[in-house]
């Protein structure tokens, strides 16, 4: 199983991004996905999360300005990022909890990271 996220810029303070990460690999289920970001000489923190019924969770940070979707047909989760703040600069991580052919488990695998850099 693997994750590609993609999507990630440079865009001046109040301008708009939008990630996506899709899952690949023997997958038969994906339940929770989720964007995290660290920024520099910070610890990773969550972003958003969606669960397969679609339900959302954001941080308070972005809450108004970020809209985390997904679509279950392509094994894909999406981040629009609206108003973007130089403080929202990080690098951003995707991850899904995957049921696979291989592991029966629900694990959970992360993609490679994507650079957002918010200029002021």
């Known amino acids: 199983v693997q994750l590609q996220a993609s999507g990630g810029g440079l865009v001046q303070a109040g301008g708009s991004l939008r990630l996506s990460c899709a899952a690949s690999g023997n997958i038969l289920r994906i339940n929770n996905m989720g964007w995290y970001r660290q920024a520099p000489g910070k610890q990773r923190e969550l972003v958003a999360t969606?669960?397969?019924?679609?339900?959302?969770n954001y941080a308070d940070s972005v809450k108004g300005r970020f809209t985390i979707s997904r679509d279950n047909t392509k094994n894909t989760v999406y981040l629009q990022m609206n108003s973007l703040k130089p403080e929202d600069t990080a690098v951003c991580y995707c991850n899904a909890d995957i049921i696979s052919i291989i592991v029966v488990l629900p694990t959970t695998y992360w993609g490679q990271g994507t650079q957002v850099t918010v200029s002021s």
């Open positions: 969606i669960t397969s019924a679609g339900s959302t």
